[in-house]
T-cell receptor
Framework: TQLLEQSPQFLSIQEGENLTVYCNSS?????LQWYRQEPGEGPVLLVT?????EVKKLKRLTFQFGDARKDSSLHITAAQPGDTGLYLC????????????FGRGTSLIVHP | DAGVTQSPTHLIKTRGQHVTLRCSPI?????VSWYQQVLGQGPQFIFQ???????GRGNFPDRFSARQFPNYSSELNVNALLLGDSALYLC????????????FGEGSRLTVL
């Protein structure tokens, strides 16, 4: 069974602060996705990383896939209240059905 | 274009009852997956269907069943409801079996009393 551990579980910060969320596993993944989920809604995809060591940027969000494709991080620069939500990482193995395993998520609250 | 739609959005049942949840995927998407999300947890995989056939099953009891129709919509059925079945049930669609991007609906919030 593939397990994804996310840390921290909860994060409460002030607007303008920087933060990093981690996603770790003992398993190797073909690709890893980061989703954001807001209350009362389903998760929405932010990014997919595929290559070990890959870095992707989405405005103030920077995503990195570990060299061994077992871990990933999400860094947010100058957080804004609109960044508030549950951040989920999900990893999967390509070949046949792609059925990602999700972590428990990091709940982020950004206070104005 | 419409996204993934799920119904009902909220429902309350009592222990022992059964429930049917419905999902319509994005037009053109042939794969539908079901996930259970308990408060404070990430989504847990229940089923994946593609072209009306079950292509993956998570670690859930036989009380959980699903099917996919010719128009690619899907139903999730849960029998003999337990208190622990209270959760947000998410449906996700993707273009095909190997699609890495899941498009989620808003979910069906089930409360079992």
């Amino acid at each position: 069974t593939q397990l994804l551990e996310q840390s921290p579980q909860f994060l409460s910060i002030q607007e303008g602060e920087n933060l990093t969320v981690y996603c770790n596993s003992s398993s190797v993944f073909s690709s890893l996705q980061w989703y954001r989920q807001e209350p009362g809604e389903g998760p929405v995809l932010l990014v997919t990383v595929v290559t070990g060591g890959e870095v992707k940027k989405l405005k103030r969000l920077t995503f990195q896939f570990g060299d061994a494709r077992k871990d990933s991080s999400l860094h947010i620069t100058a957080a804004q209240p609109g960044d508030t939500g549950l951040y989920l990482c999900a990893g999967g193995i390509s070949g046949g059905s792609y059925i990602p395993t999700f972590g428990r998520g990091t709940s982020l609250i950004v206070h104005p | 274009d419409a996204g993934v739609t799920q119904s009902p959005t909220h429902l309350i049942k009592t222990r022992g009852q059964h429930v049917t949840l419905r999902c319509s995927p994005i037009s053109g998407h042939k794969s539908v997956s079901w996930y259970q999300q308990v408060l404070g947890q990430g989504p847990q995989f229940i089923f994946q269907y593609y072209e009306k056939e079950e292509r993956g099953r998570g670690n859930f009891p036989d009380r959980f069943s699903a099917r996919q129709f010719p128009n690619y919509s899907s139903e999730l059925n849960v029998n003999a409801l337990l208190l622990g079945d209270s959760a947000l049930y998410l449906c996700a669609s993707s273009l095909g079996l190997a699609g890495r991007t899941l498009f989620f609906g808003e979910g069906s919030r089930l409360t079992v009393l």
